[in-house]
């Protein structure tokens, strides 16, 4: 059974940063795809980016140049960094996982289905 715990989440200006975590445990195949997706309240969720275990990545274009994702593969960790933090990034962020095989990089990305997921972390940018 895979296990995902978040951290990292937090109310910031805009213009700060902060630092996702999503410590994943439980999982045995070698490839993988785990990605962050938010949802703000009255809106769908969206995904914000991916990895695989090859390293690839995607993001969202509304992210892109200020948010990036990594993987300490160590430590079992998935990471977001997200800089230049605008109000509009405001949401939940949850961190996604689903083995085996590698994500999306088409159109579709954020539309690939995930068999497990963590339980959130709130990210709140002030104007």
């Known amino acids: 059974q895979v296990q995902l715990v978040e951290s990292g989440g937090g109310s910031v200006q805009a213009g700060g940063s902060l630092r996702l975590s999503c410590a994943a445990s439980?999982?045995?195949?070698?490839?993988?795809?785990m990605g962050w997706f938010r949802q703000a309240p009255g809106k769908e969720r969206e995904g914000v980016a991916v990895?695989?275990?090859?390293?690839?990545?995607q993001y969202a274009d509304s992210v892109k140049g200020r948010f990036t994702i990594s993987q300490d593969n160590a430590k079992n960790t998935l990471y977001l960094q997200m800089n230049t933090l605008k109000p509009e990034d405001t949401a939940m962020y949850y961190c996604?996982?689903?083995?085996?095989?590698?994500?999306?990089?088409?159109?579709?990305?954020?539309?690939?289905?995930?068999?497990?997921w963590g339980q959130g972390t709130q990210v709140t940018v002030s104007s």
């Open positions: 439980g999982y045995t195949y070698s490839t993988y795809c």
């Open positions: 996604a996982f689903d083995m085996p095989g590698v994500c999306w990089y088409d159109a579709r990305w954020s539309k690939r289905p995930y068999n497990y």
């Open positions: 990895i695989d275990s090859d390293a690839n990545t």
